[in-house]
C-alpha cells in the first residue's frame, strides 16, 4: 500500500514499527510518534493504529502460550465423582442405637385415690414393649411427710399415716405389674421433691433415721426398679432425665415455661417432670446441625385430679404418658398418649 509516498505493507510496517519501538519510546512510557513517522515515512495517525495492533498480537500470544491443558467439559462430566459435597453431613445421627422410651409423669398416688389408670398404662406398656420406662418422680404424694400445714392443726391431723402411703404405692405397682410382669423391661424411677419429703421428715426426727427411706426403697426393689436420687440425674443415649432441672443456686426451675429457661441453659437435651404439664422442644444452639431437646412429660395422675395444695393454681395440666424416640442425644420424636386415650383403648 501507498502511505505518505513510500509503499510498504501493514506486516512489514508492523514489523518495522516492534524493531523502533524501544528507540522511540519515552523514559516516562509514552512514544514519540513524530519520529516513528520520520523513520518508517508514515503519517503521524497511523503510529497509534500499528501500536494498537501490536499490542493486540502480543495479548492473544500470551494467553495461547499460557492457557493450561483443559480436558473438555464432556470428559470432564465422565470422570469427576458423582458426590455431592456438604459443609457438614445432616445424617449423622442415622446409625446411632436407638432407644424406644415410655416415660411417666408425677403420679400423686395418695391413699384413696382411683388407682385404675395403673392397669391401663401397664396394658399400654406390655403392647409396646419399649426398651426402657422411666418414671419421673413424686410417685408417691407421702402427704404423710409434708411440712405446709402448721402443727397441731386440722390439716395436719387428716394427713394419712406413712404406712398408708406407704400401701398405696404398692396398690399402685401391683395393678402395673399385673399387666407388665416383673425384670423384662427396664424400670427406672427419679425421686421427686415428693420422695424427698421423706428424707426431709427423717432429718426433723432423727429417732426415725433409716426408718422411712428404706421402705420406700424396698418398694421399689420389689418390683426391680432401680432408683435415682432427687436432684441427681440418669442419662440414656445422652439424654439427660431428672425430675427438674435445678438452678445454680439450687433452686427448681418454674415458671409458665420453663423448657424455654431450662434449653437457654442446657448444654445437653434434658426430660424432666415437676410442672405436669406436657412440651417438646427444640432449641438450637451454636454450630453446624445443632441442638438440643426440652421434654416435660407432664402428669401420669388420673384424669382431671388436681392435687389439694395445687388448687387454685393456673392449671392447663396435663395427663398422660409419653412415648419417646432417643438417639444422638436428642428426643429424635416425642407423643404424648392422653389419659382417656389409654381409658378409651385399655378400659
Not at 470422570?79 to 442415622?94: D, E, G, L, M
Not at 405446709?148 to 406413712?162: D, V
Not at 432401680?226 to 418454674?254: A, D, S
Amino acid at each position: 500500500m501507498n502511505v505518505d509516498g513510500v509503499t510498504t505493507t501493514p506486516p512489514e510496517g508492523l514489523l518495522r514499527l516492534r524493531v523502533l519501538l524501544p528507540e522511540f519510546t519515552r523514559p516516562d512510557g509514552s512514544l514519540n510518534a513524530r519520529g516513528i513517522a520520520r523513520a518508517l515515512g508514515i503519517s503521524r495517525s497511523t503510529v497509534p493504529r500499528w501500536k494498537a495492533k501490536i499490542d493486540e498480537e502480543d495479548r492473544q500470544a500470551a494467553q495461547i502460550a499460557y492457557t493450561p491443558d483443559i480436558p473438555d467439559i464432556e470428559s470432564i462430566e465422565e470422570t469427576k465423582p458423582r458426590v455431592r459435597v456438604r459443609a457438614y453431613n445432616p445424617n449423622v445421627t442415622r446409625d446411632l442405637p436407638v432407644r424406644r422410651v415410655i416415660g411417666i409423669g408425677d403420679t400423686h398416688v395418695a391413699p384413696g385415690m382411683d388407682l385404675t389408670h395403673f392397669t391401663w398404662i401397664g396394658r399400654h406398656v406390655a403392647a409396646r414393649k419399649p426398651d426402657n420406662v422411666v418414671h419421673f418422680g413424686d410417685f408417691n404424694d407421702f402427704e404423710s411427710c409434708e411440712f405446709h400445714s402448721a402443727p397441731g392443726s386440722g390439716a395436719q391431723k387428716r394427713r394419712p399415716t406413712f404406712s398408708e402411703d406407704i400401701e398405696a404405692g404398692y396398690d399402685a405397682l401391683e395393678l402395673y405389674h399385673k399387666e407388665v410382669g416383673v425384670g423384662e423391661i427396664p424400670h427406672d424411677e427419679i425421686d421427686g421433691n415428693h420422695e424427698f419429703r421423706v428424707e426431709r421428715y427423717e432429718e426433723m426426727a432423727p429417732n426415725l433415721a433409716g426408718s422411712l427411706v428404706v421402705q420406700r426403697e424396698q418398694m421399689f426393689a420389689r418390683y426391680r426398679w432401680r432408683t435415682t436420687p432427687y436432684r441427681h440425674w440418669l442419662f440414656l443415649e445422652g439424654v439427660g432425665m431428672t425430675h427438674v432441672p435445678h438452678t445454680i443456686m439450687n433452686k427448681p426451675i418454674g415458671g409458665r415455661y420453663p423448657e424455654n429457661t431450662i434449653g437457654n441453659q442446657a448444654t445437653h437435651s434434658i426430660c424432666f417432670a415437676h410442672t405436669h404439664r406436657f412440651n417438646h422442644v427444640t432449641v438450637p444452639k451454636i454450630g453446624i446441625n445443632n441442638s438440643i431437646t426440652v421434654t416435660n412429660v407432664g402428669s401420669a395422675m388420673p384424669w382431671g385430679y388436681v392435687a389439694k395444695y395445687a388448687e387454685g393454681a393456673t392449671t392447663g395440666l396435663t395427663y398422660g404418658i409419653v412415648e419417646m424416640t432417643f438417639r444422638g442425644g436428642r428426643v429424635e420424636e416425642c407423643a404424648l398418649i392422653s389419659m382417656l386415650e389409654l381409658e378409651r383403648r385399655y378400659k
